[in-house]
């Protein structure tokens, strides 16, 4: 008697579960593929991740967004810099800034995101404006953590980050790191906003808070370090 209760009690859970489950918009579900017109969800960092050693799913991804990329052949630059499965990007969401970014494709669909769901709304928001062109200073790059000649590689030595310095708005304005992240102004709490934001799809995301040598921009990375700061 006792057994059926509980038997009838585990599956009444497990009907309620799926159904729950299969109600779950896709952004909030582990198992969905990414999708980058959705709004960020409790598992959008998650399908991110999931895209590494994925290259179908990487480039499926990319196209879902509308992001146009071409391959670039896989390449070592000497003892720990290299391109593996990585794109150069063609055309996004937003323009960008020279030279073309060449990431590895986690970050370019991590970006392609982030372009979406993190800039535009922050900046409509905020400014009251379109995002015309973000303003990078690099993506794939052979270098150590802090540019010395020891200590780890960057995450930019796999095409696997970008450092971003400032946005151009379709009214003409101009937003950068450097000049308007201090303050009590829409431009502040916009690169805040873009800042927070970012942490919810990078792993790594480094600012002006975090040392000097982020004065001037954000750092965004798909590694396997987790900050935000
Ligand atoms: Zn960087």
Redesign the pocket.
Known sequence: MRLAVITSILVAIGVVGIVIYDRLPPQHSPFAAIDPQRPIGLATARQLGRLENRPDSCRAALERAGMLVAPIADRRDGEFCGLTGAVAVQRSAILWSDPPLQLSCPMAAALAVWEKQVVAPAAQRHLGSRVSRIEHFGSYSCRRIGGGRSGRP?E?ATGN???VGGFRLADGRRVTVRGDWGGDTAAAAFLHDVHDGSCRLFSAVLGPEYNAAHAD?L?L?MGPSTICH
Do not use: G, K, L
């Open positions: 960057s930019h980050a970008i450092d921009h750092h990375d």
